[in-house]
């Protein structure tokens, strides 16, 4: 017997009794997910230094990652997303395709488009990987998408050139193989499986949960905690609990105090709390919201923290929020939607994903009616093109479907024409100006 056959007898013979004493001191059987779950078995490896247990749903409590997590997600979801067909020059929206249903409308009969683009870039978001298990009609068309927890992922395995996923299910695990499943990793080196960036950022996240720990206790514990309390004489263990239960009933919590302090017995109190100013709490605790937009690629001000910001930089910001945050998961998701939904047949045929990014613009009025006047001033969208962004009815105009110039807002069909009439002439000279010129110097003469 090798050193590699013990090692592997050693692993299985350690597995196997944590199992088993797992089953006999929780009662828990070998298919229970609970049996599984590393963030039970193995807490010191979910814990952070400052002490708090850090995972994938503990993170979630605490706000700013919240609110980061709900943000790039959201804003994801909510962006259109069309199956576009490029012919030549030329595109359009393939909204007879079921793919296109899939993806625009509903995932499957119980999910929205939008909630199952949320879950899956919330999962990218937090595990690090998004999962989802296609089905397919006949004619091998994905028809229906279902969201898989990561938790629910195993393992993942090259098998004679082919990936194949194990997934558990309930009792039991499956192999679904990639043809089966929507698998979007984020970063990893390998190029396969994303890193968890709640795992990566556990420090951080773990001080910003801690600091709202230790402000809850201060404050729970009442706004003045840790004094001292010295009697003259020795209490027996019976006075000392109960002189404890007392002050304690009577002047430990928020809602205690500041409360007038009976003193008896030669009782003597010394308060030896820090103030929150003194050791810096609220300034630490605000520092924290900018470290979690650094993990995240958002801008401060999106995570509500507006301390460094002004009304002349936000629109800027708003431009950094959408290139360096937004764009780059865009791109991820577009590709890997082409790559693992489109059939080759398909691709062959030019189709493709795009979200379409005005979609930004629609909580700003004012920014979308600019944006449309420069397009349609520009000469690069017909008005007609702009009521459909606008989910309006085109205009039974038909110069609403023409291009315009800006030099008098002509249809490009006839700035040949308007150029050919007006090519070699010259504005005549204004007559009353010719008449009235000379008497004009005349009298400036005079004056001299």
């Known amino acids: 017997m090798n050193i590699f056959t013990k090692a592997n007898l050693l692993a299985w013979y350690v597995g196997h009794q944590i199992k088993q004493g797992a089953k006999r001191v ?27 247990i850090v995972t994938e749903e503990t993170a979630l409590t605490y706000s700013a990652v919240w609110n980061a997590v709900t943000l790039i997600s959201g804003t994801v979801s909510t962006l259109p997303l069309h199956l576009m067909q490029r012919t030549g020059k030329s595109k359009q929206i393939v909204a007879e395709k079921s793919l296109y249903q899939v993806m625009h409308d509903r995932w499957n009969p119980y999910m929205t488009a939008e909630i199952g683009r949320a879950v899956m870039q919330a999962h990218i978001l937090t595990w690090g990987n998004g999962y989802a298990e296609k089905v397919k009609n006949g004619y091998g068309e994905v028809v229906e998408l279902w969201p898989i927890p990561p938790n629910k992922v195993n393992d993942i395995q090259m098998i004679e050139g082919k990936l194949w996923y194990e997934i558990r299910v309930e009792k039991e695990t499956k192999w679904l193989s990639r043809e089966q499943i929507l698998h979007i990793p984020g970063l990893g080196f390998d190029g396969f499986v994303g890193y968890s960036p709640i795992a990566m950022a556990r420090k951080s996240i773990g001080l910003g949960m801690a600091m709202e720990t230790f402000g809850s206790h201060y404050f729970g514990q009442g706004t003045h905690p840790g004094v001292i309390v010295s009697h003259p004489g020795q209490l027996n263990a019976e006075s000392h609990k109960n002189l404890k239960a007392s002050l304690t009933e009577s002047y430990s919590g928020l809602g205690q105090s500041h409360r007038l302090m009976l003193l008896e017995d030669g009782l003597k109190i010394e308060n030896i709390g820090i103030p929150p100013e003194d050791s810096q709490f609220l300034e630490s605790r605000q520092f924290q919201i900018p470290e979690i937009a650094r993990w995240f690629n958002l ?86 093109e702009a009521r459909a962004l606008e989910d309006m009815n085109p205009s039974k105009d038909l110069l609403a479907d023409e291009l315009w110039m800006p030099t008098g807002l002509i249809p490009m069909s006839k700035f040949e024409e308007y150029l050919s009439k007006n090519q070699g002439k010259q504005p005549e000279p204004d007559q009353k100006q010719i008449k009235e010129e000379p008497k004009a110097r005349l009298k400036l003469l005079e004056r001299k």
């Open 26 to 52: 929780f009662n828990l059987s070998l298919t229970d997910p609970k049996s599984w779950d590393h963030s039970l078995w193995n807490p010191r490896g979910s814990q952070s230094l400052s002490g708090e």
């Open 299 to 384: 801008p401060p001000h999106k995570l509500k923290d507006l301390t460094k910001s002004s009304f002349n930089n936000i629109e800027s910001e708003q431009l950094s929020f959408y290139g360096d945050c937004i764009l780059l998961w865009l791109v991820r998701l577009e590709q890997n939607y082409n790559m693992q939904l489109l059939s080759p047949r398909e691709q062959k045929e030019s189709l493709y994903f795009k979200h379409a990014v005005e979609g930004i613009l629609r909580a700003d009025s004012k920014s979308r009616s600019e944006f449309y006047k420069n397009a349609i001033g520009s000469g690069w969208m017909t008005p007609n």
